[in-house]
């Protein structure tokens, strides 16, 4: 059996900041940032959390996928912003939503978090232990944020992104999917402090890795480039996605972005774009796509997902 995505659903804050409004607040630019990074705005919570996004995008892909919550039987949030410690962000949901005959739990692993969530609902489902997945990434990054700090707080942004999965016959595809703890000093944040990175660092890893990730999951599951319909990887940056396309000698169109409008929702980001795509009609049954996931950890990875 295989996991199938029978539904989506998003939520942003209504509240943004573009790079104006930030430029007020730090030494920066619009110029500056639209050029480094390709982010123009990213939305804030101001009555949001990581909670109440995550349910209003949960209740939409609920909808879309017309199970009703009480079928939901694994319900898994991946983030690293969770309003509290204890009860994990997905039982809170859980609550919101009734969905009452669901296991829940949450994962961290940042910005890969969404791309190992939904591995492990595929695993799940393959070994019989669940029918029916609700698969949230969800983050309030704007609360990790030192806003006095121009080198991190132009990037990130707040917001979820839900699938629900359903079990259908078919043959699970392999995965590429790895960590390295070593080099986890490039992207912290301690307890009661914020986010602390070394830029260039990150965009070499991602630069590097994310290519070899999808060559070696097109090669496992004997694709080919032209196979794919679209690459959907985390939205972190502009030129990283430009880079990677660059790298892997694909056009630039066949990689969807739309960090220009949230900045980088770490575990949102992918369930985000894959929502926007599907309310747009541009992801067609049958289609394969790419996931690819790279962030704190360090940690990365790619999957083949048939829409
Ligand atoms: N505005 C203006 N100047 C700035 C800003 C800013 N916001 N931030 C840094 N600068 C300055 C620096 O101080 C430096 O000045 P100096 O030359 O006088 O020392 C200069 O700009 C260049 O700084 P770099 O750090 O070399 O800039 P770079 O081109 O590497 O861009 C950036 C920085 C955008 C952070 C880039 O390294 C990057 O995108 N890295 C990847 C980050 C990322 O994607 N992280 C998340 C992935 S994982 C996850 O999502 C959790």
């Known amino acids: 059996m295989i996991g199938k995505i029978c539904g989506t659903g998003s939520y942003v804050p209504v509240e943004y900041m573009d790079n104006h409004e930030l430029s007020r607040t730090v030494e920066t630019s619009d110029e500056w940032i639209r050029e480094r990074t390709g982010i ?4 804030i919570a101001k009555e949001d959390t990581t909670v109440s996004m995550a349910v209003k995008a949960a209740k939409q892909a609920l909808t879309d996928s017309e199970l009703c919550e009480e079928e939901i039987d694994l319900l898994i949030v991946s983030t690293i912003s969770s309003n509290v410690i204890l009860p994990c962000t997905a039982c809170e949901v859980q609550k919101e939503i009734h969905a009452i005959n669901a296991t829940c739990f949450d994962l961290n692993a940042a910005c ?3 791309l190992f969530a939904y591995n492990t609902a ?6 019989g232990m669940c029918k029916n997945v609700l698969l949230i990434g969800a983050e309030c990054l704007s609360t990790l944020i030192d806003w006095k700090d121009r080198t991190t707080c132009i990037l990130f942004g707040d917001g979820a992104g839900a699938v629900v999965l359903r079990a259908e016959k078919g043959n699970l595809y392999r995965t590429v999917s790895c960590s390295d703890g070593r080099k986890g000093t490039a992207l912290t944040c301690d307890m009661g402090d914020y986010i602390k990175m070394n830029g260039q660092e990150v965009f070499k890893f991602a630069v590097r890795q994310v290519p070899e990730a999808i060559a070696g999951v097109l090669k496992e599951n004997n694709l080919k480039e032209e196979d794919i319909a679209h690459f959907i ?4 940056n502009r030129r990283i996605v430009e880079a990677v396309a660059r790298r892997m000698n694909v056009e630039l169109d ?3 972005m739309n960090l220009q ?9 992918i369930p985000l774009l894959l929502d926007e795509m599907n309310r747009q009609g541009k992801l067609k049954r049958g289609q394969k796509l790419i996931l690819a996931g790279f962030g704190a950890g360090l940690s990365w990875g790619a999957s083949v997902l048939e829409w």
């Open 40 to 43: 123009v705005k990213r939305h």
């Open 112 to 114: 890969t978090g969404f």
């Open 122 to 127: 595929q695993a799940y489902i393959a070994a």
């Open 233 to 236: 990887l985390h939205q972190a």
């Open 254 to 256: 066949k990689f969807p």
């Open 261 to 269: 409008e949230y900045g980088n929702t770490s575990s949102a980001s």
